[in-house]
């Protein structure tokens, strides 16, 4: 009689011991999947705040600069202070 109720003490703290790993398990899983969730989310607003940038760039940008080829920024090495002074000049 006393090894049937080992038998049974056994069995039930190895139930008990499975539904505390699987909960555990469980909730690992779902972490994982929400965290892997908020990653594809901050991916995929950085995308948009890039193609909005571009887009506003492009919106922005002087029109008669495209068309006549004048380097406008004088950060870059092709700048011609020259070309872009007559240029703001036949503007006004």
Wanted: glycine letters at 6%; charged letters at 30%.
């Amino acid at each position: 009689m006393a090894t049937a109720q080992g038998v049974n003490v056994l069995r039930y703290s190895a139930l008990v011991a499975g539904l505390f790993y699987g909960a555990y398990h469980q909730s690992s899983i779902t972490a994982n999947a929400k965290r892997a969730e908020a990653d594809r989310e901050y991916a995929r607003q950085e995308r948009l705040i890039q193609q909005a940038k571009a887009e506003w760039k492009r919106k922005t940008a002087p029109k008669d600069t495209q068309n006549s080829g004048i380097i406008t920024d004088p950060e870059d090495s092709r700048f011609d202070l020259e070309a872009y002074l007559k240029m703001k000049a036949g503007e006004n």
